[in-house]
């Protein structure tokens, strides 16, 4: 599937004939009678929708996914010091204070439709061709016009879930289409899916990258669980019966360690993935992971070939959210103290050497880095011609943790001169150097600091890359996923009150991110709605959804705060404003809600 991703270029946007005959015809118009050839090219036209599906949703700075995380509780993109403020964008998102010229929403908006006229190109094309004339054996016309139709209904529902009423079109004839009501675009993503499922493909290893009839059934038990959200009425009968559906194969089961769904070869590796955006260090280098969470530093610590941007974080009072021993966290995230790292262990985690710790490059330049969210404080005295570091204090590192980095502190020329010299500015007795403010409090998104908060691993990094794109594929829907769909769809038929069915699906994904011995497993008694919204953050962080999860749990804008946002109570920011300028070049387009309540500037 990723070599057809490399002949895309050529193949989707140039064509060449090949023949012993000197005779000259000339072509004035390419169309679908002369294009397509043989099964090669009609695979490979049809990867195009697929790669803008790449392109759209998967990675950083991807604006969909933007749209949907940076707006919600779990990861930010503070200013830090001169770097990071990008014109504001990332604060307008955190604060939920954006415009109806956001470039986010502009982008996404156009991202998604040119993905729905690269299907309806092709649909166009494929009425007109006799697949089996071509020599085509390895799939069906029927399964590849389902495949279209299925990612067309995706890229619908997204739209209907960012903006409320959107433009169906179906054509590449059709001007200016008019907005229908949510509830009706909801209804066409539900028919194109329930209609195209029957044809599609029930393999898992070809389907990756493109869409399997599991993953047409993912997608439609999570617009079921929406449902009432979409169109104000409940469909979580149909919801639960679209989970079954998967768990019937008995194509997929959940990988026994967390971290295989993100693995370097996860096309192959895991179990659990069931749909995924393709992704390659060179055809599509969308997964830019660690690119965007990694501090500078990390860059030569980590031996990488490329920069990193100490961009994206985790935003402050999340990391906190996972138990001491949940793997999730402490291995998932780097946390504290920075130093090289020598290798990855078969659990995932690094194997550093602490004996080098790694350097800040602004506030704290030249002192090791360590990631936090609260402060660090390092009383420094005078010993002789050296440093003694006197104390520590931090409410979440102990000294024993914290011993390898003031040992480096005590031991380098550089730094005993600039403390020598710090003190006796100070009177000459001791120096109180903060190496972080206290970020819950005084720290903010326009006043972030280079080592603010922890910083997500949860895609494995390869050390041999040359370039940030990783080969990892973007994780759509997993297995995990459907495990939580269901379990939240049961409780919420019981009155919002978990069974034991409910516990024992959370509890089989949660089990496995636990040191032995340590896990202890959800009951109905403690597994209430809001310690699921939380279980959900934390098996799902940074994966592209969580806004949604908060709308449906009606706590993206009232009665839960996260770090430098307030709830503001206001519904029409359940929904992102419709770009004015798609508003001004179509006539037929009805504003939402939140364009009513949102300025252009």
Sequence with gaps: MKRIISIIMTACLFVTWSCTDLDETIYREIIAENYYQNEDEIRAAMMRPFVQNTQSISGFLKNVWILQELSADIVCFPQKGPHGYDGGDWIRFHRREYTTDERRCYNSWDQLYAGIGYVNSLLADFEKLD???????????????????????YFYWILLDLFGNVPITTTITENSPASKPRSEVFAFVEQELTESIPY???DVVKSQGRISKWGAYAILAYLYLNAEVYTGTPQLTKCIAACDAINASGKFSIDTEWYTPFCKANETASRENIFTAACDPIYAPDNTWFQRFGHYSHQGGFGFKYATWNSTVTTPGFYSKFDPTDKRGYVGHLYGPQYKVNKYNPDHSFDFDKSKPLLGTEEFKGFPLIMAEREVILKAVTDGPGIKVESVSHPEFTEEDLAPVFTFIETDPTLIATLQNLISINGGVEYEFKLSEDYLG?????????????????????????????????????LSRINFIKAEALMRQNGNVATDEVCDLINAVKERSYDEGTFIPYTPATLTMDELLLEMGREFAYEGWRRVDLVRFDKFVKDYEWWDYTPNGKEYDNIFPIPHRRLNNNPNLTPNEANAHRSAT
Aim: net charge negative.
């Design 442 to 478: 005084e720290r903010n998104m326009d006043r972030g600091a280079e080592n603010i908060g922890a910083r997500s691993v949860k895609y494995e990094i390869d050390f041999d890359a040359t370039t940030a794109g990783l080969t990892n594929d973007w994780v759509i829907f997993r």
């Design 131 to 153: 697949f089996a004339a071509l020599g085509v054996t390895s799939f069906t016309k029927e399964q590849s016009v389902a495949e279209l139709r299925s990612l067309r209904a």
């Design 200 to 202: 599609l493909s029930e």
